[in-house]
């Protein structure tokens, strides 16, 4: 049964694990590393990049390399975002029922599942910039299976949380 967001939830003060911590310093890590890889290889960048490819892993779009910013700024925004919203668990979705007995379990299995997704989808991010660099050094092909599998980790994820939040009612 799903509880709605409308329903009283216990709001209490849960701190981050060393797990949480880990993840959010080794998105940071991550983040920077993507900025200053685009920094480092910005000058020898054509003027025209691949922008998306597809299922081969051919170029089939195109664009200025000036686009190459737009993932390391989506990026930092979600990650930002999903920092920030780790913060109030008690306003999620959850699987079950949130009570006294379980909330704190809930509440900790559910930022865990967002740190997370920060983390891997921040790698993805940064892989896809590290993807469309080569490409456009080389002229050669991205990786668009490795996406899937990027995704497919994704999916994983949500499935351990579900897993876990639903043995944990």
């Known amino acids: 049964m799903m509880q709605s967001w409308q329903s009283p939830r216990p709001k209490i003060e849960i701190a981050r694990s060393a797990l949480e911590k880990a993840l959010q310093l080794a998105g940071w890590l991550v983040l920077i590393a993507m900025i200053v890889f685009i920094s480092v290889k910005w000058g020898g960048l054509p003027q025209r990049m691949p922008t998306h490819f597809n299922l081969r ?25 999903l920092n920030q919203l780790s913060r109030v668990p008690h306003v999620f979705n ?8 379980n909330a704190a379990f809930q509440y900790t299995v559910a930022r865990q599942l967002l ?26 092909v991205g990786g668009a299976w490795d996406i899937l ?11 351990i949380y579900l897993t876990r939040a639903i043995r944990g009612r």
């Open 57 to 81: 892993g051919e170029p089939d779009g195109w664009g200025s390399r000036w686009t190459l910013w737009i993932l390391p700024a989506i990026s930092a925004l979600l990650f930002i975002g």
């Open 94 to 101: 959850y699987p079950v029922a949130i009570t006294e007995q």
């Open 115 to 140: 740190a997370w997704i920060n983390f891997e989808i921040t790698v993805m991010f940064a892989y896809i910039s590290w993807t469309i660099v080569n490409a456009a050094k080389s002229g050669g």
């Open 149 to 159: 599998i990027i995704v497919g980790v994704l999916f994983v994820t949500i499935g």
